[in-house]
């Protein structure tokens, strides 16, 4: 009986879906319709991971890619690209049929067309971001079609000011753009890990320094740090560069200030361990790199952070994990000296 009724419910979906694609096809005149249609595809397609395959099999996918690019109303345009995302982060079918280099170039238009709105651009990276996740391919064509390029150049200047008022509509609006921004450009260089575009990514980190420097905010530490610590994860190349930049001593300098707020909030202790995070991905394999932390005295940081009563055992193993990697080759007699008054109260 279960059978049946899912048999039913499934030859249900693809009825509906059937009337929608007729629907959007004889409502070109009528955004409104077209947006409601659109709406309730992206609503059966993510409470049935099979319907998105069958909407692919009867050409709904690839119509409503051209609507996306053909319509002239910015709320369909919108809404076509949020069920193009949707379709495709359910079913890894649909993601390669829709990772084309002709797609990429589509979205790169709009990303870099002065009439698209906040809204339609975020739509947009969130497709590339879906097109990229877990796709070898996705990420070189994101690479090869110049889209990358126009990721980075948003990461630059779609926040312009480090005074981030997100009670301001406009500037949140922005700062959702920048952030699904950021975790795309994550995607982008990891999982799997791509090292032409982690060489690429690594341009950004003086900008990424700046914001570090300049706001120290989680809504700013948390998509840097992540970005940061995914573009150099296992390249050295990228860990000298951001060296050589002063990327390590930014970190450092932002630790030490969290590190200290964290005695009087709870917030600044868990956004410190972010920081302590990224600053492992930087020398995990560098451990040479751990002396230029000792100028900060980053070890006894380390260890009073470690006695914070409100940190996880997670988020203690990863502090544990960064000391190890701090000591390992800086000089026993020079972490130990680092760390004495600490070690002499306990």
């Not at 990420?139 to 150049?153: A, F, H, N, S, Y």
């Not at 992540?226 to 951001?242: C, P, W």
């Amino acid at each position: 009986h279960e059978r049946e009724r899912e048999a039913e419910t499934q030859e249900e979906g693809g009825t509906d879906l059937n009337l929608l694609l007729e629907c959007l096809k004889y409502q070109m005149d009528n955004p409104f319709s077209q947006k409601e249609a659109l709406v309730t595809i992206h609503s059966i397609c993510q409470q049935n991971s099979n319907a998105g395959v069958y909407f692919r099999e009867i050409g709904g996918l690839m119509f409503i890619k051209n609507l996306a690019k053909s319509s002239e109303h910015s709320m369909v345009k919108e809404a076509a690209l949020y069920t193009l995302g949707a379709v495709a982060e359910q079913s890894v079918y649909c993601q390669q049929t829709l990772c084309t280099s002709e797609l990429f170039e589509d979205l790169t238009s709009f990303l870099t067309n002065n009439d698209s709105n906040t809204n339609l651009k975020r739509m947009t990276v969130y497709v590339i971001l879906v097109l990229v996740s877990n796709n070898r391919s996705g990420q070189t064509l994101v690479r090869e079609t110049g889209c990358i390029t126009v990721l980075t150049q948003l990461f630059r200047t779609v926040l312009s000011k480090y005074e981030l008022d997100l009670s301001d509509k406009n500037t949140f609006q922005s700062y959702q753009l920048w952030s699904s921004v950021c975790s795309t450009l994550c995607v982008c260089v990891n999982n799997p890990q791509n090292d032409e575009n982690q060489m690429l990514c690594c341009s950004l980190f003086p900008h990424a320094n700046d914001w570090l420097i300049n706001c120290i905010k989680p809504e700013v530490i948390r998509p840097i740090c992540s970005f940061i610590g995914l573009t150099l994860a296992n390249n050295t190349y990228v860990q000298k560069y951001f060296i050589s930049v002063g990327g390590l001593d930014v970190l450092s300098q932002v630790l030490v200030q969290l590190e200290s707020d964290s005695h009087k909030t709870l917030s600044s202790a868990k956004l410190a361990v972010v920081v302590t995070k990224t600053v492992d991905a930087c020398i995990a394999d560098n451990p040479t790199f751990g002396i230029i932390l000792s100028k900060y005295q980053i070890v006894s940081k380390l260890l009073t952070l470690l006695l914070h009563e409100s940190l996880d055992s997670g988020e203690k193993f990863s502090i544990i994990l960064t000391l190890g990697h701090c000591t390992e080759d800086c000089g026993k007699e020079h972490a130990l000296k680092e760390s004495w008054p600490l070690n002499w109260s306990l």
